[in-house]
């Protein structure tokens, strides 16, 4: 579906491959981000084309939001404070951004009758023990307000509340995406990020740090599999519907590090770090994110192709390449 698409957050990590993805696909791109967690980098690549516009500004900006909502025919609503380290270290940035940014532009895609999708998060789930996917309707189960971590996944729930209210009061076309560890080339791991940072670390020769007992588990999806899922949601679906967009590789942290270590033939040390010692005032992590993904795969067909060795491969490659440019 060529047109004319806005993506908030557009030169973050999961912004600059959807860009790619959908001007592979004859789209006119505008890309709005305020350079916080992405990065010029990231879309360098795409700087001298006609068809694709950085805007540097920010999704708390009304002017620029409602200009930018107003020329596009839909939008992909990624931008978020995002990355533990972020949301322990600036929680009232996390707040407002989440929320405040996501009230101004669906309140500008209604305006305007713009079809949104909105970039959710599976840490809305909350803190589940038992090692079985995950389902849309599945319940939440949260920790207390004072371990910062929930309140980025009380903002992006209520993202979703936002989105889901507005489609049901007013109408407004939209769908929302659950994503579970998106990783690829270009993710930084500068807020915690751990695929880069076992990678950056192992290929430098330095210890890996494994937060915890390393004995939780995550499922990671390569990023171009779920800017394919993105794109799918987006046209292909209907409106006021929940989907997760993740993978079922699921691998606990200890062992992500021992392949990290295999593949890259790193002679580095595993190292475990209590999490206070990470995080100035402690943190509760998750032990178990695995998404049920049948629902995505009978509305559009979706899975992902990509396994956990061939996603560790093309982040060594990129890590490669960014040392040797240094």
Same mark, same amino acid.
Request: charged share 25%.
């Given at each position: 579906?060529?047109?004319?698409?806005?993506? #908030?957050?557009?030169?973050?990590?999961?912004?600059?491959?959807?860009?790619?993805?959908?001007?592979?696909?004859?789209?006119?791109?505008?890309?709005?981000?305020?350079?916080?967690?992405?990065?010029?980098?990231?879309?360098?690549?795409?700087?001298?084309?006609?068809?694709?516009?950085?805007?540097?500004?920010?999704?708390?900006?009304?002017?620029?939001?409602?200009?930018?909502?107003?020329?596009?025919?839909?939008?992909?609503?990624?931008?978020?404070?995002?990355?533990?380290?972020?949301?322990?270290?600036?929680?009232?940035?996390?707040?407002?951004?989440?929320?405040?940014?996501?009230?101004?532009?669906?309140?500008?895609?209604?305006?305007?009758?713009?079809?949104?999708?909105?970039?959710? #998060?599976?840490?809305?789930?909350g803190d589940h023990r038992e090692e079985v996917p995950l389902a849309e309707s599945a319940r939440r189960i949260y920790g207390p307000t004072t371990q910062r971590r929930w309140a980025y996944a009380d903002s992006k729930a209520m993202d979703e509340f936002l989105a889901l209210a507005h489609h049901h009061e007013r109408g407004l076309d939209c769908v929302i995406a659950r994503l579970f560890n998106t990783v690829g080339p270009r993710q930084s791991g500068q807020y915690g990020m751990v695929v880069p940072r076992f990678v950056r670390a192992a290929l430098a020769g330095e210890p890996l740090e494994v937060f915890g007992d390393g004995r939780q588990t995550r499922c990671f999806c390569h990023v171009d599999d779920t800017v394919r899922a993105l794109q799918g949601l987006m046209e292909e679906t209907g409106s006021g519907e929940i989907f997760n967009v993740g993978s079922q590789n699921r691998i606990s942290i200890?062992?992500?590090?021992?392949?990290?270590?295999?593949? #890259?033939?790193?002679?580095?040390d595993l190292v475990h770090v209590p999490y206070e010692s990470v995080y100035e005032h402690g943190i509760e992590?998750?032990?178990?994110?695995?998404?049920? #993904?049948?629902?995505?795969?009978?509305?559009?067909?979706?899975?992902?192709?990509?396994?956990?060795?061939?996603?560790?491969?093309?982040?060594?490659?990129?890590?490669?390449?960014?040392?040797?440019a240094t």
């Amino acid at each position: 579906m060529a047109g004319r698409v806005l993506i #908030t957050g557009g030169a973050g990590f999961i912004g600059s491959h959807l860009a790619d993805r959908l001007l592979a696909d004859g789209c006119e791109v505008w890309a709005l981000d305020d350079l916080s967690t992405g990065s010029l980098d990231n879309v360098a690549h795409l700087s001298e084309r006609r068809d694709f516009h950085l805007v540097v500004d920010s999704v708390l900006s009304p002017a620029v939001v409602n200009e930018l909502v107003h020329k596009c025919d839909v939008i992909y609503h990624l931008a978020a404070a995002v990355g533990v380290r972020l949301i322990v270290e600036q929680p009232v940035k996390t707040l407002v951004t989440n929320l405040q940014g996501t009230e101004i532009v669906l309140e500008h895609c209604n305006r305007f009758g713009k079809r949104v999708l909105v970039a959710s #998060t599976s840490e809305v789930y909350g803190d589940h023990r038992e090692e079985v996917p995950l389902a849309e309707s599945a319940r939440r189960i949260y920790g207390p307000t004072t371990q910062r971590r929930w309140a980025y996944a009380d903002s992006k729930a209520m993202d979703e509340f936002l989105a889901l209210a507005h489609h049901h009061e007013r109408g407004l076309d939209c769908v929302i995406a659950r994503l579970f560890n998106t990783v690829g080339p270009r993710q930084s791991g500068q807020y915690g990020m751990v695929v880069p940072r076992f990678v950056r670390a192992a290929l430098a020769g330095e210890p890996l740090e494994v937060f915890g007992d390393g004995r939780q588990t995550r499922c990671f999806c390569h990023v171009d599999d779920t800017v394919r899922a993105l794109q799918g949601l987006m046209e292909e679906t209907g409106s006021g519907e929940i989907f997760n967009v993740g993978s079922q590789n699921r691998i606990s942290i200890l062992d992500l590090a021992r392949r990290v270590l295999e593949l #890259t033939g790193a002679d580095a040390d595993l190292v475990h770090v209590p999490y206070e010692s990470v995080y100035e005032h402690g943190i509760e992590d998750m032990l178990h994110r695995i998404p049920s #993904t049948e629902k995505i795969r009978a509305a559009i067909g979706w899975e992902p192709e990509r396994t956990l060795d061939e996603i560790l491969a093309d982040v060594m490659a990129y890590e490669r390449a960014e040392l040797a440019a240094t």
